[in-house]
Each structure stands twice: as C-alpha cells, then as structure tokens.
C-alpha cells in the first residue's frame, strides 16, 4: 500500500497528540484548572469540564442547554470571558452543566451548556466558584501540538 506523504504525516500528528483532558493544579487559596485538546474550542470545553469539577464529581444529566457568547480583544481574555459566562449561567439558573461546544473566532466565542438544576443531594457541591482570573492565566499552544487553557478559579 502507497501512502501519500501528506496523508502520512496526518496521521503521524493525529497519534502523537494526546486525548483531550482537564486537570486541578495548587494554588495557595483557590483553585487552578487547565483544559488540553487538540484543537483551542476544544482546550476550552475541556477547562469548563474543570471548572465543574471543582463543584462536583457526580453526573450531569444533559436536560438543559443554554447559549453563551463573549468577546474579548485577544484568546487569553476571551478565555476568562468564557469561564465567567459559565459561572454566571451557574449562579443565575441554579445550574450545573457537564456539557460543551465551543466556537471561536478571532476575538468572539459561541458556547453551548448542557445541565440541569443543581440538586444538593445529587450533586453535593463541594464549593462554589466565584470569578476566573487572570492569575496564571495562559492560553497557548504547547510543544507537542495540544492546546492548553489554565487560570485561577476564586472560590
């Protein structure tokens, strides 16, 4: 079998780059999150993943979506753009979501949530996120070609 180079080296960057995932990190007082995709809407699906983490580990049923947007005159602005919108929805309709789509262009974001009514007993939150920061703000992409999204959550 012929491979044409182009095709080869596809497929070489789709199996070096790692999956999407979301990870906490230590801060003195409140708490870091980092989203790492493969592409940057997807970098920042995996940071609001984080930031739901940080309320609860439970499942999130996907009952209800709502539309986000934001703007900002560069990514890593629109990125605390993106996690204020998000904590905004939580607080404003009693809200958790575990779900994502994200949307960007060069300074505008579309965003879908999926979630439903946080539910003490189900959900048992361990805290509420106040505001993303722009403390250890970066947004970036990194040597193996992922992109990260991280900040400090004020919880």
């Given at each position: 079998?012929?491979?044409?180079?182009?095709?080869?080296?596809?497929?070489?960057?789709?199996?070096?780059?790692?999956?999407?995932?979301w990870?906490?990190?230590?801060?003195?007082?409140?708490?870091?999150?980092?989203?790492?995709?493969?592409t940057?809407?997807?970098a920042?699906?995996?940071?609001?993943?984080?930031?739901?983490?940080?309320?609860?580990?439970?499942?999130?049923?996907?009952r209800?979506?709502?539309?986000?947007?934001?703007e900002?005159?560069?990514?890593?602005?629109?990125?605390?753009?993106?996690?204020?919108?998000?904590?905004?929805?939580?607080?404003?309709?009693?809200?958790?979501?575990?779900?994502?789509?994200?949307?960007?262009?060069?300074?505008?974001?579309?965003?879908?949530?999926?979630?439903?009514?946080?539910?003490?007993?189900?959900?048992?939150?361990a805290?509420?996120?106040?505001?993303?920061?722009?403390?250890?703000?970066?947004?970036?992409?990194?040597?193996?070609?992922?992109?990260?999204?991280?900040?400090?959550?004020d919880?």
């Amino acid at each position: 079998m012929v491979v044409k180079p182009c095709l080869m080296a596809a497929k070489e960057r789709v199996e070096r780059t790692p999956p999407a995932r979301w990870e906490h990190f230590p801060h003195s007082a409140d708490v870091g999150i980092r989203g790492y995709a493969a592409t940057l809407p997807e970098a920042f699906e995996q940071a609001a993943l984080a930031l739901t983490g940080i309320v609860t580990d439970a499942e999130i049923e996907p009952r209800t979506s709502v539309e986000v947007t934001c703007e900002a005159s560069d990514l890593e602005v629109l990125f605390v753009e993106w996690l204020n919108a998000i904590i905004f929805e939580m607080a404003v309709r009693n809200m958790i979501f575990g779900g994502f789509k994200v949307t960007l262009t060069d300074t505008a974001l579309r965003g879908t949530l999926w979630g439903e009514t946080l539910d003490q007993a189900k959900h048992a939150p361990a805290c509420e996120p106040k505001g993303a920061t722009y403390t250890a703000l970066r947004v970036a992409q990194e040597p193996d070609e992922t992109w990260s999204a991280s900040c400090i959550i004020d919880v």
